[in-house]
């Protein structure tokens, strides 16, 4: 089928309000790529400097040198950025509308209150010892103490690495051990569709981890949310809630430079453990709050809600960054999408009048399911935009999200980016293009996308092959913390002189673009990254295991499911405890994000003779179409492959 064919205009009403037309896009678009210091240096202003920059950008992508910096003598302050500035004119506007996990559960925070609760926050964190530069790492329920805490560190110059709460002691360990952090951030509990997660008893089970590897926590700071009972270490803990009686509501704001870092957030790649992906002040803040209002056409009176939470990309830069910046309204969200059940999205819209809405393609996918009822059941007159994130939006569930959701009132932007990429890169700004169910469509300013072939050739035209962009962007990481040289590997070595995004695209005969997938060994799980040697490495660490092989499967909610093969030590029989054993174990060791869908015990796996793995045969057995294998006949033991196929679990 020619998806490309069939195209939706933006709808009328839209377009005579929308903040930019496609004229308007093409000329600013060009203006980009012509001269990226002119442009990016007018964008610049959109800030508050408390030195302005002289100079915009000097980069260089060759991985030999490689550096990357924007705005490099200009000194700012992202919280005053997202706070401070805004006081005199919108001190008394909504700057965050928390909605707990109860519907009866939620409060709003003007940005006088946020600017009092971001200094008292700060105050805490410098009596308990924290200062500019220091590594301080979230470990936080969607409560707004979360944004709070981000913003506090963006205030005195700390560096937060926020860990979504989803992940298990282990994994929490390996990220605070891996950035030195000795201060953590934490709640009592979390709260998702009425179960509670024990954030604290995780927090003390990582601390214990890092004390073992040499590198002790000295101060747990923790909320209160739901008040359930915790272990208390009185050196080492402290209730924010007692803390902060003593603290003044007032904290000055540090002076950072522009390339100082802002946060680490770590994310999985094809090999090894998990990056921390660093990004810094000036570039990073420009791009967040620039994407933030083209991609959304923001207005002054939008209400905006980004589903995602902070433990992610998208909720740092669409939750907190952008939006604040902005001076926007931005809703937070405790829960899941359907508690108390699946109208609850919609349900949150209309309390709130949200008019922007940004979820997931998995979210979508599993609301669709329950059918139209549950939309239809509520009014959501209010949307004016609709926003898709995290992997491609199979064509169905655009159209259900356009036509039911929506009432085809809505543009849909689908905005393609990378936790490295700081915002969104490619993306159909609503207003300035037609829509194509399924892609991504065009580039925003100042990112020049480009396929090329496994040796590196340009394509041009209508053409399929591996996404890379050309030139730097202000928001783009600036190297992976305490890594550069695996920065330089990852990202500049396949191609040099450009970025490469692991991701492969189409692009169609009007130019626009359409993410196929990873073409590294990265499975994308509702959404969220997990590298296949993350899991395999989790499940090498259990004593039945001889030797394992994870690929990802087409799954109908998920995008994509997690297929493990395993082959057990001598001597074992594998049966189905073994089986659970083994999901437990991953899920202890990464968190329930990486429980396995299927594990196949097989008593060989395909290699070749040199040793390689084949994993295209077995993500072909894994998706349950095994006609066509290519050529076998390289592999050191053929004949497992007809064993792997009879004993298959996908059919
Ligand atoms: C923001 C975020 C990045 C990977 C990326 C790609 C996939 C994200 C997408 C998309 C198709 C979209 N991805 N958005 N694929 N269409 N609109 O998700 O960051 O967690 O780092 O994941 O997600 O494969 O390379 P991150």
């Known amino acids: 089928m020619n998806e490309s064919a069939k195209t939706y205009s933006v709808p009328s009403e839209f377009l005579e309000a929308s903040n930019i037309r496609a004229e308007q896009y093409a000329s600013m678009y060009a203006a980009s790529l012509a001269d990226p210091e002119a442009f990016w240096g007018e964008m610049g202003c959109r800030l508050d400097w408390i030195t302005p920059y002289t100079k915009v950008k000097n980069v260089s992508w060759d991985k030999n040198d490689l550096s990357v910096k924007w705005y490099e003598d200009g000194v700012l302050n992202v919280s005053v950025n997202c ?46 010892g924290v200062k500019k530069g220091d590594r301080v790492t979230l470990y936080m329920p969607m409560i707004a103490e979360a944004a709070f805490a981000m913003l506090a560190c963006a205030r005195i110059g700390a560096v937060h690495s926020i860990v979504f709460g989803g992940f298990s002691p282990e994994a929490l360990a390996g990220r605070i051990v891996d950035c030195d952090s000795t201060v953590v951030i934490t709640a009592d509990e979390g709260l998702r569709g009425a179960k509670t997660i024990p954030l604290k008893a995780n927090c003390d089970a990582a601390c214990d981890i890092a004390a073992n590897a040499g590198k002790p926590v000295a101060k747990v700071l923790c909320i209160k949310r739901t008040g359930g009972d ?18 003044s509501d007032d904290c000055p704001a540090e002076p950072m430079n522009a390339e100082d870092p802002l946060f680490i957030l770590y994310t999985s790649g094809s090999t090894g453990k998990p990056k921390g992906v660093l990004h810094t002040t000036g570039g990073y803040l420009v791009w967040a709050s620039m994407t933030h209002e083209y991609v959304f056409d923001l207005k002054e009176e939008d209400v905006y809600w980004c589903s995602a939470d902070v433990g992610w990309v998208t909720g ?12 926007a309204t931005t809703v937070m969200f405790e829960g899941i999408p ?51 994130v995290g992997e491609p939006i199979n064509p169905e569930a655009w159209e259900w999200y356009f036509n039911v ?11 393609w980016w990378q936790t490295e990429t700081g915002g969104a890169m490619i993306v159909p700004l609503p207003g300035t293009t037609p829509m194509k169910p399924g892609s991504a469509t065009l580039p925003f300013f100042g990112v020049e996308p480009a396929l090329v072939d496994a040796e590196g050739n340009e394509l041009s035209g209508a053409t399929e092959g591996n996404l890379i962009i050309k030139q730097s962007w202000p928001g783009q990481m600036r190297t992976v913390y305490g890594d550069h040289k695996r920065f330089a590997d990852t990202y500049f070595s396949a191609y040099p002189g450009y970025y490469f995004t692991g991701d492969g695209c189409r692009r169609d005969e009007d130019g626009f673009y359409w993410i196929t997938g ?5 499975i994308n799980v509702s959404g969220h990254r997990m590298g296949t040697a993350e899991v395999e490495s989790a499940l090498g660490s259990h004593a039945a295991v001889a030797e394992s092989a994870v690929v990802g499967f087409p799954h109908d909610i998920k995008g994509q499911g997690i297929y493990a093969y395993v082959t057990c030590v001598a001597g074992l029989e594998p049966d189905e405890a073994l089986r659970k054993t083994l999901i437990q174990h991953v899920r202890k060791e990464i968190g329930p994000i990486a429980t396995p869908d299927n594990i196949q015990f097989a008593s060989g796996l395909p290699k070749t003779r040199s040793g390689k793995i084949m994993r295209r045969i077995l993500r072909k057995i894994a998706e349950n179409n095994f006609d066509n294998l290519g050529d076998t006949s390289t592999l050191a033991d053929p004949t497992v492959v007809g064993d792997l196929i009879e004993n298959r679990l996908n059919r």
């Open 83 to 128: 706070i401070d500035r805004h006081l005199d004119a919108r001190g008394d506007k909504t700057a965050i509308i928390w909605e707990g996990d109860e519907p009866s559960d939620s409060h709003s925070y003007s940005y006088r209150e946020l600017h009092r609760e971001v200094c008292r926050f700060a105050n805490v964190l410098k009596a308990i």
């Open 230 to 247: 915790v272990a208390w270490d009185t050196g080492r803990d402290v209730w924010y809630h007692e803390a902060v009686t003593s603290v």
């Open 316 to 327: 740092h830069t669409y939750i907190v960054y952008g939006p604040l910046a902005n001076g």
């Open 338 to 388: 359907t508690y108390p059940d699946a109208s609850r999205f919609w349900r949150v819209c209309d309390k709130h009048k949200v008019s922007l809405f940004y979820t997931a393609p998995t979210a979508i996918r599993a609301l669709m399911r329950e059918g139209d009822g549950p939309v239809n059941a509520t009014d959501r007159s209010t949307l004016r935009v609709l926003g898709t």
């Open 405 to 415: 959701v929506g009432g085809g009132r809505c543009p849909i932007v689908d905005t």
């Open 518 to 522: 990873r073409v590294d060994d990265v």
